[in-house]
């Protein structure tokens, strides 16, 4: 459900290869009668989807979706309209802004102080939003000022420096105002012609409210003139300047709305924690939101929504609790395994082999030591019992862990060196190895684990899918 | 007065520090266009490759090995082992990037820099371990002018550094390697086709500069004393900060830069105050990208159309 995608393409487009875009559209859809219904449902056009989603998106709080998963609902609403913002400066203008976080913590800090007791100013959202907005949008050009300079590498260096300072800044700068590593706490809550939102049912309905807004406003401006002068910028700024499209207003244009959203986001985010901290606006919330965009595909709206979304159920929601955690593991390992292992004979010996390696393993250290197989998965649920004689774990399980954790990353390198029969046949101690390394470490650690994973994300995706779940292939020319 | 030059011999010897690890990184874009952003990770692991040396030879009161074996151990496992490290990483995460979108590489190397910092957490905990270096260096032994120390550490650093550099300069401008690795970095497929083996050198590159990177790790953790998971996040910014204020790819300007950087570190820290430290350091680097975007010793690109 892509809402980026068009009808084959007639003649060349702006930032695809004639050839490589009818081959992608032809690899886009799937066969059979799901291609004919992929294909029907293009043709609704993009915001009958855009409100059936939105209204879908808001069916869920209505079929008992509470607490702690509407929390994270929230987060990942909030981390989508951030990926959504991020597309249009890194998506579509192609400027690397690795200060993009910073953005968000200006519209949190801002709105912190215009409505709270910090400084004594308590404004309500009417007021205090658009103000914020704006000012994030006038620092955005500020920011964007050096684009005007600097192309690629150095404005990634600079905008990282960005973001950085702005943390430290946070941090140490006027703790009076901004308090420091303390932050600003007891921030009103979002309130607009005498009613108040404290509820987090109203907070999820107002951020998907917002996010729809967003994305229908970015999506008209993707097809704009400024849209296309945007991607027409990020291919090739030379060949733009030369059509006459004025560069540096463009760049700076894709700063201020990237900065806008960013801010509308951050806002709300303040109003719903109640608090804002300087470690809230730190390089990994960056990089959980890059994680976001790059996994829904670079370029594309749906995309940055729908990898923001699964991002932060992956990291907020699953990861949480042991049980589902361990779903999430092994059934991402036995999806991987059933999607890319073919004929289905040899996926079959694969499994087979990984069971009886376990058993095997598990029986004979089981009786040379007892004590190495006393610890017991630290998974729960039936997952545990399925694997309570299969898998290895030592009464005292972190050093064999973490010894475990390093071979696993050697072998899982190794595993992408080799071809052919090896590859298979190694594939069956990886599996195990990592069986182990969950039960004896990754399940324990969920706050690391969450973290290696959005690592994990960022590298995996961009070797084996730089276009993400749902972008299109970009061709670059060879610079 | 004497203030001065101890924060002066202070910044000198940091200066030297963050120039290996900003060599490392200014070498890696140099063959290869790629802003390695897990490079001061590579330092952090080489600073806990330092630290569990100390311990397997009886740790810092009880060393069962002689003083200056025990450093040349340390510095040679760090190197070794970060060195192989890097090269892994380049075979892994970076290869199948090189003809990709220029945005492709970067990501990946943010999401390396973001796995080893984890993997180091998840490893070694999140508490700092301490290499107490006192206990088996006596620090007072150094040289002592006036009212100025330089103790033996801060010697050991900066003639260990200097060689180093030197030995790298003489390196990259003397033997047959430098040379591809210059050619390499001028144009890699020019290169190729005058039969040089782009990959290996590529890979020769990454383990020098991990290396260095490592040997600065264990230098640091001799230096600083103290070693935890997200040392390498800050080096490595300061390092990024000094590679780019000297001109990015450009050899002398690391060493510059570095020098720069760790002056500017230590007279901000002595005169100013410690808290507002990383923030001038990070706008001094804004205000010289933004005033000559080449760096101080790099030369400004032409774009060909």
């Known amino acids: 459900m892509s809402l980026d995608s068009q009808p084959p393409p007639a003649g ?108 004594g100013i308590h404004l309500s959202a009417p007021a205090s939003l658009p103000v914020v907005m ?10 964007g000022l050096p684009s005007r300079r600097l192309i ?21 700068v006027a703790p009076g105002t901004l308090g420091g590593p303390n932050g600003i706490v007891g921030i009103d809550p979002i309130s607009a012609f005498g009613k108040q939102i404290t509820a987090n049912t109203g907070y999820y309905y107002l951020l998907v409210i917002l996010l729809v807004a967003s994305m229908a406003v970015l999506r008209l401006l ?24 004025p560069v ?21 985010f303040a109003a719903q924690q109640i608090s804002v901290f300087p470690t809230d606006f730190d390089t990994p919330y960056l990089i959980l939101i890059y994680a976001g965009l790059i996994l829904g595909g670079v370029g594309s709206i749906a995309g940055a929504v729908t990898g923001a979304l699964v991002v932060t159920v992956i990291y907020d929601g699953l990861l949480r609790s042991p049980t589902d955690s361990g779903y999430l593991f092994y059934g991402l390992i036995l999806l991987t395994l059933v999607v890319k292992l073919r004929p289905w004979r040899r996926l079959g010996a694969v499994l087979a082999a990984t069971a009886a390696l376990g058993f095997a393993a598990h029986a004979i250290v089981g009786a040379i030591s007892a004590s190495a197989v006393a610890g017991g998965p630290q998974s729960t649920g039936w997952i545990a019992d399925v694997l309570r004689d299969w898998v290895i774990v030592p009464a005292n399980p972190q050093v064999p862990g973490n010894y475990g954790f390093v071979l696993l990353v050697c072998l899982l390198i190794a595993l992408v060196q080799i071809k052919g029969r090896w590859r298979t046949i190694l594939l069956v101690p990886t599996i195990y190895l990592a069986s182990f390394v969950w039960e004896t470490r990754l399940v324990i650690e969920p706050a690391i684990t969450r973290q290696l994973m959005i690592g994990a994300i960022l590298i995996v995706m961009m070797i084996a899918r730089p276009q993400g779940l749902l972008g299109t292939r970009r061709v670059e020319p060879p610079t | 007065m004497a203030f001065f030059f101890q924060e002066l011999v202070n910044g000198v010897t940091n200066g030297a520090l963050y120039a290996l690890v900003a060599l490392g990184f200014s070498m890696v874009y140099g063959v290869l266009k790629l802003l390695n952003f897990a490079h001061g990770d590579l330092y952090m692991v080489g600073a806990f490759i330092g630290y569990f040396v100390i311990q397997w030879f009886g740790g810092p009161t009880a060393l069962t090995i ?134 290996r050198t590529i890979a020769a590159t990454f383990f020098l500069g991990s290396a260095l990177a490592g040997v600065a790790g264990v230098m640091a953790g001799l230096l600083f004393n103290q070693v ?18 000297g001109g990015i790819g450009s050899l002398p300007g690391a060493m510059l830069g570095g020098l720069l950087i760790g002056l500017a570190q230590s007279f901000v820290t002595g005169y100013i105050s410690s808290t507002y430290t990383n923030l001038l350091v990070f706008a001094l680097l804004i205000v010289v990208m933004l005033v000559r975007p080449s760096g101080l010793l790099g030369r400004a690109q032409l774009q060909k159309v």
Do not use: C
């Open chain 2, 228 to 245: 935890n998971n997200t040392i390498g996040f800050t080096a490595g910014l300061f390092a990024f900060t000094a590679a780019v204020v």
């Open chain 2, 66 to 199: 002689p003083v200056p074996l025990l450093l040349l151990i340390m510095f040679i496992l760090a190197a070794g082992v970060v060195g192989g490290l890097g090269v892994a990483i380049e075979r892994f995460a970076y290869r199948p990037l090189r003809d990709a979108p220029r945005i492709a590489p970067l990501i990946t190397a943010i999401g390396v820099s973001f796995f080893l910092e984890n993997a180091a957490l998840l490893l070694f905990g999140a508490q700092y371990r301490v290499y107490n270096t006192a206990d088996f260096i006596s620090l007072s032994s150094g040289i002592q002018i006036g009212s100025v120390t330089i103790d033996s550490v801060q010697i050991m650093v900066l003639v260990l550094g200097l060689v180093l550099m030197v030995g790298l300069r003489e390196l990259v401008n003397r033997t047959k390697l430098g040379k591809q690795m210059r050619a390499v970095a001028a144009d890699r497929e020019a290169a190729e086709m005058l039969g040089i083996n782009v990959n």
């Open chain 1, 222 to 245: 993707d097809t704009s003139r400024t849209g296309r002068a945007w991607r027409a910028v990020r291919e090739d700024p030379l060949a733009a300047a030369s059509m006459t499209i």
């Open chain 1, 134 to 143: 704006v000012g994030a949008a006038i620092l955005g050009l500020l920011v």
């Open chain 1, 152 to 172: 690629g590498d150095y404005l990634a260096i600079v905008t990282l420096f960005f973001g950085e300072a702005f943390v430290e800044f946070t941090n140490n």
């Open chain 1, 12 to 119: 060349p487009q702006v930032g695809a290869d004639e050839w490589v875009a009818r081959q992608a559209h032809r690899r886009e859809h799937l066969p059979s009668w799901l291609g004919v219904a992929q294909v029907r449902l293009e043709r609704i056009g993009w915001w009958p989807r855009l409100a059936i989603a939105g209204l879908a998106g808001s069916m869920l709080p209505l079929i008992g979706l509470g607490g702690f998963q509407l929390q994270v609902g929230i987060d990942a609403l909030i981390l989508a309209m951030l990926a959504v913002g991020l597309n249009v400066v890194v998506g579509w203008a192609g400027l690397l802004d690795l200060g993009y976080v910073a953005f968000f913590g200006f519209g949190a800090y801002g709105f912190a102080l215009l409505s709270s007791s910090q400084v």
């Open chain 1, 248 to 268: 540096n207003r463009v760049k700076l244009m894709a700063f201020a709305f990237g900065a806008m959203v960013a801010a509308l986001a951050g806002s709300v």
